[in-house]
């Protein structure tokens, strides 16, 4: 019935652009001229003014987006060493984006106005231009030398791990559709590990090699806690299909690759504990609390339960599309002071005592 | 092959027999071809943008029932409730056939097979037969595509770049299973029919050009089109490769792009392969995709821009040769798509370099085409309309790809909605565009008739408004972290703050997509009923619209005209009109311009 709906509708629609187009083509005095298709004065005159009517549509569309969402806290708030980097890189090129946009849309826009067709008028035969042209490809590559340059020093400092920093090492492990960390425990060092060793009736779910002197004090959890201040080097392992560790707030993300071990290192600056207090996280919260607030009564109205308030967390998502569950593959990231972290790290099992006996 | 020559050299006696089945289905004229082409990419384009409006109206409005889901998804919106899997499957398929079935096969298939007989002065492509199989190959492949649909577990849906492992194991996604197969087999035909329509471009232009005609006085379409054979030749056969190599890890036990793989409670025996050598083959394809995808728009642009402008290009033998430059830098490229899969940095850093030096070439074009306005005496057809949006589109969208081809800043906005948008715009509207704009310039030289202006004219301008409505928004959701490619975002409640936006983009794509009616309307009633067209609309110098309007088997009736000049002596002084075609010889004491 729907389906039958649908095409009467879409019937319908193309009936009324029919008539439209008749009575339109009516009005038109010119309509019986052959090559009456062809753009007139008059076409040309009001597709002149729709230009820079569309000119400033670019400009304000622009202008809304920059100050509605141009300072969102993801933008701005970088809780790394090297996310600094990455955001004055990303300011620089947004600036030169932002000049040569609007000039050149400036220009694109007002030659279609300015040099709107009119009959009898002669149009400029102007067919080349050495110096113009050296011109344009010379301004680009110099533009493009310093952004290159900036860029690849800042790529080399954040893929280069300086193991000399004594970095935490940790692995990320992936698989559909959830996220596990492994700690190298006292000796910071990572036990072997393949999946032709997982063994699920012993609980050695990510194939740690239980002879491996290096994996006993190794320790398997679900939430990442970094200490503050610390170099941290991830080594991932995914044990199915691709999946990628994005980590938005510290400007980090690497694939998971079945097969191999690929690895992105950081260093955690602001606790979350820090983050949740700077006025831009409180006004983000604040604001999507409000938006779970307006759904929950929604909900509720509809005899479904509320939504739960939001407090922030790092998160880590998966961001290489990874099968049905792909939307809620989460972990969360707690950032917090040296101190705290040793606690938490005291009360979670080595992977020796995690062992299932049977 | 021999025979069919023989049929064009004797053309003129009319014994050359049609019946309905030789010059509607099975037709071996570039022009039938061409229309055949333009109309089945016309219908893969309605479908894949049915696919894109579903997956925005699901963004939008999550997880909540809709009958539109319900009627044309059927058992994958139980109640009208969208399923997780036939999300990703809309995602997957929607950029197959876009990519590939449009804006490949649509836009270089019809203009290609139109153009290059007409605007080089040949009878036809240097094989018709060829060219007739590469048209049918491209139907049972969309063909194939679409039924995917139909299998029990659902199509392909690992994206579009099908990444192994996902593609591989048929336990890790219901999509890969017959699904994936279906896929790979549409891309396998798919491929024989691209390739087997690139080699016939390619031996056409440097073989039959008429008399007069060289090289440096071709149209820049044709350039283009050339040239992006010449990248699909080089480019299609590896993606082919990954294909084979992909079928044989899936069906008979390789392991190419597998090992150590857990999955389901079970080890598999693949081992020592890699999922990054997949990634490798299938970018080494899908960059040069790109530009095999935007230059047959960008030279459609170039035509149109300097007719309607009535100045000739600017810097013709600079647009020559940033085409050239633009298609030997996107076969060393690809790596961008990959800093972060797991290949070393030091990778990382040169095509990082490579990629940048792309903007040089492309910020030529952009300058040569704003320079051929200036000062001109613009003809604001739909055509030109399309063509001025092209280039705005691909200003907006190239230069967000110096934000994406910074390795360094790629780490934190790839994959997120920063990337759609980018592409979005900068591949697909302006590609789009750059089909619109051919069809609406064309369409008098295929069918006879004109489309009408005025339609044309509310299509574009509502389509403009809405393309920036979609997708300027969406870069900034992008780089507020939202990865692409999630069947929903509630479960992350730091992204609700974003939910509006994704409903001022759905609402966008909904308008700008019922607005396409409006140009289905125009094409689909025009063939029929249009005003009559008469010879040379446009007042083009090209030498396609020397041609009479009806078609006639060889295009000319008589001799080929030989080519005395190049095609841009638009405003020439010393000319009485503002156009001089191409076959009219020059003047006594007019000198060639040596452009």
């Known amino acids: 019935m729907t389906a039958l709906l649908s095409i009467l509708v879409l019937v319908f629609i193309l009936v009324a652009i029919w008539q439209m187009v008749k009575i339109f083509d009516l009005t038109q005095l010119s309509s019986t001229a052959p090559n009456d298709q062809v753009a007139n004065d008059k076409d040309n005159k009001i597709n002149g003014y729709l230009m820079i009517g569309f000119l400033i549509f670019i400009y304000v569309i622009t202008i809304i987006c920059f100050v509605k969402w141009g300072d969102l806290p993801l933008m701005s708030n970088s809780a790394s060493e090297h996310g600094p980097d990455i955001d004055s890189l990303m300011i620089i090129s947004m600036i030169i984006i932002f000049i040569v946009q609007t000039l050149t849309q400036f220009l694109l826009h007002y030659f279609a106005f300015k040099y709107r067709g009119e009959k009898g008028k002669k149009a400029l035969f102007y067919a080349d231009n050495n110096k113009l042209e050296a011109i344009w490809t010379i301004i680009p590559v110099i533009v493009l030398a310093i952004l290159i340059i900036q860029g690849l020093f800042t790529w080399t400092t954040i893929m280069n791990v300086n193991e000399e920093e004594d970095p935490l090492i940790i692995e990320l492990y992936a698989q559909q559709f959830n996220w596990k960390a492994r700690y190298g425990g006292e000796d910071n060092t990572l036990g072997k590990a393949n999946v032709r060793l997982i063994d699920i009736d012993r609980a050695n779910i990510l194939g740690v090699d239980e002879s491996d002197p290096n994996a006993q004090d190794d320790i398997i959890t679900t939430e990442l806690h970094l200490p503050v201040g610390r170099p941290v080097l991830f080594k991932m392992r995914s044990q199915d299909v691709l999946h990628s560790a994005y980590m938005p707030h510290f400007r980090a993300q690497m694939n998971c690759v079945p097969g191999m071990i690929t690895q992105f290192g950081f260093t955690p600056t602001v606790t979350t504990a820090e983050m949740r207090d700077t006025p831009e996280m409180k006004d983000k919260v604040a604001n999507i609390n409000n938006i779970r607030v307006e759904k929950s009564k929604e909900l509720v109205a509809n005899g479904e339960e509320a939504l739960e308030p939001y407090t922030f967390d790092y998160l880590l998502l998966c961001n290489k599309i990874c099968g049905t569950s792909h939307y809620n593959m989460q972990m969360k990231i707690i950032v917090e002071t040296q101190e705290e972290y040793d606690a938490w790290i005291k009360t979670q099992k080595a992977f020796k005592n995690s062992l299932v006996n049977n | ?595």
């Open chain 2, 1 to 595: 092959m021999s025979a069919h020559a023989d049929t064009h050299d004797a053309h003129d006696d009319h014994h050359h027999k049609e019946t309905f089945i030789t010059k509607y289905i099975f037709s071996q004229d570039h022009k039938m071809i061409a229309k055949q082409y333009l109309i089945t990419g016309t219908i893969m384009g309605v479908i894949g943008v049915i696919m894109s409006l579903m997956m925005r109206m699901q963004i939008a409005w999550p997880e909540e029932p809709n009958v539109i889901f319900q009627t044309l998804l059927g058992k994958w919106a139980p109640e009208g409730v969208m399923d997780a899997d036939i999300y990703l499957a809309l995602v997957t398929i929607h950029g197959t056939i876009m990519v590939f079935f449009v804006l490949t096969a649509g836009l270089s298939g019809t203009f290609s097979n139109l153009l290059i007989p007409l605007q080089i002065g040949a009878r036809d492509m240097a094989s018709g037969f060829l060219n007739m199989v590469s048209y049918w190959l491209f139907f049972i492949s969309s063909v194939i595509m679409v039924l995917s649909f139909f299998v029990e577990a659902g199509p392909a849906a690992a994206g579009w770049t099908i990444y192994p492992p996902l593609s591989a194991l048929p336990m890790a996604q219901g999509g890969s299973g017959a699904g994936m197969t279906m896929w790979l087999v549409a891309m396998a035909i798919f491929i024989a029919s691209s390739l087997l329509g690139s080699l016939n471009y390619v031996v056409t232009v440097i073989n039959l050009r008429t008399k007069g005609m060289s090289m440096t006085r071709l149209p820049l379409t044709i350039w283009a089109f050339f040239v992006t054979a010449i990248i699909g030749i080089i480019s299609f056969p590896v993606l082919l490769s990954a294909a084979l190599l992909l079928i044989m890890d899936r069906s008979f036990g390789t392991s190419f792009f597998l090992s150590d793989i857990f999955i389901q409670g079970e080890v598999l025996h693949y081992q020592g392969g890699s999922p990054v050598l997949f990634e490798h083959l299938f970018w080494f394809l899908g960059h040069p995709e790109v530009y095999i995808v935007l230059l047959p728009a960008l030279g459609i642009t170039s035509e149109i821009i300097a007719t309607n402008s009535r100045k000739p290009i600017f810097g013709y033998r600079a647009m020559i040769a940033s085409i050239l430059a633009i298609a030997f830098l996107s076969t060393i490229v690809w790596g961008h798509h990959m800093f972060i899969s797991g290949m070393n940095p030091f990778l990382g850093s040169v095509f990082t370099f490579t990629t940048l030096l792309i903007a040089i070439p492309s910020a030529v074009k952009a300058f040569n085409y704003i320079t051929t306005l200036w000062k001109g005496n613009l003809q604001m057809n739909p055509a030109m309309l399309f063509s001025i949006g092209l280039v705005s589109t691909f200003i907006t969208g190239g230069l967000t790809g110096i934000i994406l081809g910074d390795s360094a800043l790629d780490i934190n906005v790839h994959d997120t909605y920063f990337v759609v948008a980018h592409f979005h715009l900068v591949m697909g509207i302006s590609a789009l565009y750059g089909m619109f704009a051919g069809i609406y310039h064309w369409f008098p030289k295929m069918y006879g008739r004109m489309l009408n202006k005025n339609l044309g004219y509310i299509h574009f301008w509502v389509t403009a408004i809405c393309a920036y409505g979609v997708f300027f928004p969406m870069h900034f959701i992008g780089m507020a972290g939202l990865p692409r490619r999630y069947y929903t975002n509630s479960n992350f409640p730091l992204f609700d703050d974003l939910q509006d936006v994704n409903v001022v983009i759905t609402v966008f794509a909904l308008v700008g997509g019922v607005f396409q009616l409006v140009f289905l309307y125009n094409l689909f009633s025009s063939i029929f009923f249009g005003k009559k067209a008469t010879q040379n609309p446009w007042k083009s110098n090209t030498m396609e619209w020397t041609t009479p309007v009806e078609h006639v088997h060889g295009n000319w009736p008589g001799e080929i005209p030989s080519v005395h000049r190049w095609a841009y002596d638009y405003s020439k002084p010393g000319q009485d009109e503002d156009w001089v075609s191409q076959i009219v010889p020059l003047k006594e004491g007019e000198e060639e311009l040596q452009h």
